[in-house]
């Protein structure tokens, strides 16, 4: 089982909708749980992440991750033409500084 | 700061060439990584260096070489290009080993 799956998409959604992002992981012990974000041809960049569960807000992009069902999501409000991109979600190794990596969604928001 | 930097941007190798794809930071960063993408797949793991003199290898290590000699650099080396290894190159650093900051990337093509 990989540690970390994601919905593969992709996902084609009017300008102003709620999007909302979705992986799941395997391994109980993980703690940190991240979200980046990876315009084409460009690399992947942080966007937020969470520590433990619960949610985390940060402008339109909410985190939330649900321990019980090991599952974390990325939502985004009022989406936005700019907003369209492949998000990746990732279980970071701390001791390491590597992470595994969700196979990423494509998001594409239309005007 | 630049941040990471890798180069070259684009590569065309043929098969059975070999070269190094050079990345830096300017981040005083201890922990480095290298990554592939493929279409439609995430980031999977390449090798890693917790620290100057240190590297091990990742879930897809086979073809690649690396070496920490620096805080700064990590260059990443094929030794006998393969069409297998057409792919998309990320570097990254991490500072306390959650989040990653990536480079812009290396498209190489193998023919």
């Known amino acids: 089982q990989k540690e970390v799956e994601q919905d593969p998409g992709p996902l084609s959604v009017p300008e102003g909708a709620i999007v909302s992002l979705n992986c799941t992981y395997s391994?109980?012990?993980?703690?940190?749980f991240m979200w980046y974000r990876q315009y084409s041809r460009k690399g992947p960049e942080l966007l937020m992440y969470t520590y433990s569960s619960g949610n985390k807000e940060d402008g339109r992009f909410t985190a939330q991750v649900d321990k019980s069902s090991k599952y974390i999501s990325l939502f985004i409000r009022d989406s936005q033409p700019s907003d369209s991109a492949t998000y990746l979600c990732?279980?970071?190794?701390?001791?390491?500084?590597?992470?595994?990596f969700g196979d990423g969604t494509t998001l594409t928001v239309k005007p | 700061n630049a941040g990471v930097t890798q180069t070259p941007k684009f590569q065309v190798l043929k098969t059975g060439q070999s070269m190094t794809l050079q990345c830096a930071q300017d981040m005083n960063h201890e922990y480095m990584s290298w990554y592939r993408q493929d279409p439609g797949m995430g980031l999977r793991l390449i090798h890693y260096?917790?620290?100057?003199?240190?590297?091990d290898q990742g879930e897809v290590p086979n073809g690649y070489n690396v070496s920490r000699s620096t805080t700064e650099d990590f260059p990443l080396r094929l030794l006998s290009a393969a069409p297998s290894q057409t792919s998309v190159y990320f570097c990254?650093?991490?500072?306390?080993?959650?989040?990653?900051?990536f480079g812009p990337g290396t498209r190489l093509t193998v023919t």
């Open positions: 260096s917790v620290g100057a003199g240190i590297t």
């Open positions: 990732a279980i970071p190794n701390t001791n390491a500084g590597k992470s595994t």
């Open positions: 990254a650093s991490s500072p306390q080993g959650v989040e990653q900051y």
């Open positions: 391994n109980s012990a993980f703690q940190y």
